[in-house]
């Protein structure tokens, strides 16, 4: 089975300051995992993906992330918060074995505080 | 990159009226789209997965009969909000999967805020 856990519901970060947004996964599978961020009343936009390639994955707007299997862990990091980052972000696993699947994370809300 | 639209993206309307949602893919063909829907605060839930040209597979707790979905082409999916209640008022986000590049890429419609009075 497949789960994804998002391990902090809220991150607070002053603004120029590292962004460390946790997310840990469980598949039966090699996985594909994605992180999208949702401003408010906003529809989900894509920041970065892993689907088996490099390790350490660059996305959108300085975010980076590095799937570690070891760990099954998928952990979302900026070096230096913006006041725009501030956010709702999702860690989601796909898979296409056994039929389309995706799983959503609970969601990180990330605050910038000035 | 991909594009998908939702319309409308707001509405309100009265109690035991329908609403219909549209989700197109501008600019691909979309074998799958999926319906979620999200409450305040709170992650997405999917509601039910479409494919073109066939029956929309429903989530468990999904009613069905409350919530038509159709698939009419490669490119435009449809949620109709029957006999609409308060408690349907929410935020409703459609998905289209590609039907050929990446088999894993899903794009995201922009939602509609739906808020029944």
């Known amino acids: 089975a497949q789960s994804v856990t998002q391990l902090d519901s809220h991150v607070s970060v002053s603004e120029g300051t590292p962004v460390l947004l946790r997310c840990n996964y469980s598949?039966?599978?090699?996985?594909?995992l994605f992180w999208y961020v949702q401003h408010p009343n906003k529809g989900l936009q894509l920041l970065l993906k892993y689907t088996s390639a490099a390790t350490l994955v660059k996305g959108i707007n300085g975010f980076e992330a590095e799937f570690k299997k070891s760990e099954t862990s998928f952990h979302l990091t900026k070096p230096s918060a913006h006041m725009s980052d501030a956010a709702e972000y999702f860690c989601v696993v796909m898979r296409n074995t056994g039929g389309f699947k995706t799983i959503f994370g609970a969601g990180t809300r990330l605050f910038v505080k000035a | 990159g991909a594009v998908v639209s939702q319309h409308p993206s707001r509405v309100i309307c009265k109690s035991g009226t329908s609403v219909k949602i549209e989700c197109r893919s501008l600019?691909?063909?979309?074998?799958?789209m999926f319906w979620y829907r999200q409450f305040p605060k709170q992650s997405l839930m999917l509601m039910a997965t479409s494919n073109e040209g066939s029956k929309a597979t429903y989530e468990q707790g999904v009613e069905k009969d409350k919530f038509l979905i159709n698939h009419a082409s490669l490119t435009l999916s449809t949620l109709t909000v029957t006999s609409a209640h308060p408690e349907d008022s929410s935020f409703y986000i459609c998905s289209a999967r590609s039907s050929r590049g990446n088999s894993y890429e899903q794009y995201f419609g922009p939602g509609t805020r739906l808020t029944v009075t």
């Open positions: 600019d691909f063909q979309a074998t799958t």
């Open positions: 598949s039966s599978y090699s996985p594909s």
